[in-house]
T-cell receptor, first 116, second 110 residues
Framework: NAGVTQTPKFQVLKTGQSMTLQCAQD?????MSWYRQDPGMGLRLIHY???????DQGEVPNGYNVSRSTTEDFPLRLLSAAPSQTSVYFC???????????????FGPGTRLLVL | KQEVTQIPAALSVPEGENLVLNCSFT??????LQWFRQDPGKGLTSLLL?????REQTSGRLNASLDKSSGRSTLYIAASQPGDSATYLC?????????FGKGTRLSVIA
């Protein structure tokens, strides 16, 4: 298994540009989520999904869109990038959509985004 | 709103020393508490997961305890090694998905 994969690894955008961060997992996990990690702020949840066709907002959803058309993929879209979105983005997945068991979450390697 | 605090923010110890990392959370209505390790420029690796009904979990030289009623957890690392140098993150899961602390940056000096 490749686990959780994220592309690209690094991206530079200009303010106002749009882009999609890709996340895929090959473990048939129902639960997937996106976090951003900023210095001094820790990891904060952006959006999450408990299954195909179901998404919900996390702590910091503004400026981001998600969709979940398949179990494997959970892309994160930035509609109009802002410097405040400069961050490291992590995607994670788990087999337990209710998050009530011993199953942990598996994290991807991250995407570093710089918005100028 | 759940808040997770980790103390200390940074820690430097000589190789071989036993050490304790602390985590506290404000809302005791959790399903589980997890400890992760993050190496510089890398993703997160799960170390231990303690369900709310459990008191502790052990993996090798790592032992994590949970006192849900007081909102506290500790991660005990025995006989520390330079390879243990990393940032350790505590996270709790309740009615909201994982809420993370800001981490403890550990340096083990050979």
């Amino acid at each position: 298994n490749a686990g959780v994969t994220q592309t690209p690894k690094f991206q530079v955008l200009k303010t106002g540009q749009s882009m999609t961060l890709q996340c895929a997992q090959d473990m048939n996990h129902e639960y997937m989520s996106w976090y951003r990690q900023d210095p001094g702020m820790g990891l904060r949840l952006i959006h999450y999904s408990v299954g195909a066709g179901i998404t919900d907002q996390g702590e910091v959803p503004n400026g981001y869109n998600v969709s979940r058309s398949t179990t494997e993929d959970f892309p994160l879209r930035l509609l109009s990038a802002a410097p405040s979105q400069t961050s490291v983005y992590f995607c994670a997945s788990s087999s337990d959509p209710l998050r009530r068991t011993q199953e942990t979450q598996y994290f991807g390697p991250g995407t570093r985004l710089l918005v100028l | 709103k759940q808040e997770v605090t980790q103390i200390p923010a940074a820690l430097s110890v000589p190789e071989g020393e036993n050490l304790v990392l602390n985590c506290s959370f404000t809302d005791s209505a959790i399903y589980n508490l997890q400890w992760f390790r993050q190496d510089p420029g890398k993703g997160l690796t799960s170390l231990l997961l303690i369900q709310s009904s459990q008191r502790e979990q052990t993996s090798g030289r790592l032992n994590a305890s949970l006192d849900k009623s007081s909102g506290r957890s500790t991660l005990y690392i025995a006989a520390s090694q330079p390879g243990d140098s990393a940032t350790y993150l505590c996270a709790v899961e309740g009615n909201t998905p994982l809420v993370f602390g800001k981490g403890t940056r550990l340096s083990v000096i050979a």
